[in-house]
């Protein structure tokens, strides 16, 4: 017996879940959140890699980037961003459909903030100290 595959999640949300769009792209808060405001900008068309989309793609999930960044600026007044891609299952990628992370990050939320992005492999992360 065959199991049925999921439909992909970005291509079978409901309306209520966006934000905004454009003609390439959506935006929708993160269903799982890491902070207030966390938002994912997704393409329309069903594409796993952000080095698969087209020019004009990228061009629409950067603008609705840059919106994500305004109505999150203006609603949290974060202190900072993390700006995320996990391209394929080796990088932690669990939802096969490209997906951009806008991760507000505010004052306080770690003890040490250093490194950002870098702790996706913690025992390379701390590089200022392991000199």
Same mark, same amino acid.
């Given at each position: 017996?065959?199991? *049925? ?6 291509? *079978? ?5 966006? +934000? ?13 959140? +890491? ?11 069903? +594409? ?5 989309? *087209? ?15 305004? @109505? ?8 900072? =961003? ?12 669990? +939802? ?9 990050? =505010?004052?306080?939320? @770690? ?15 701390? =590089?200022? *100290?392991?000199?």
């Amino acid at each position: 017996m065959t199991a *049925t595959p999921k439909p992909c999640p970005f291509c *079978t949300l409901p309306d209520s879940r966006i +934000v905004e769009e454009n003609e390439h792209a959506i935006l929708i808060l993160d269903g799982f959140p +890491v902070s207030p405001g966390h938002s994912l900008v997704i393409p329309k068309r069903h +594409v796993a890699s952000f080095f698969e989309i *087209t020019d004009i793609e990228r061009a629409a999930l950067f603008k609705l980037l840059d919106r994500a960044k305004d @109505l999150v600026s203006n609603v949290h007044q974060p202190d900072g =961003y993390n700006i995320g891609i996990n391209d394929g299952a080796a990088a932690g990628q669990t +939802v096969p459909h490209l997906h951009i992370h806008l991760i507000p990050r =505010y004052d306080g939320d @770690l003890v040490d903030p250093r490194g950002g992005v870098r702790w996706v492999i913690p025992d390379k992360a701390d =590089y200022w *100290t392991q000199r």
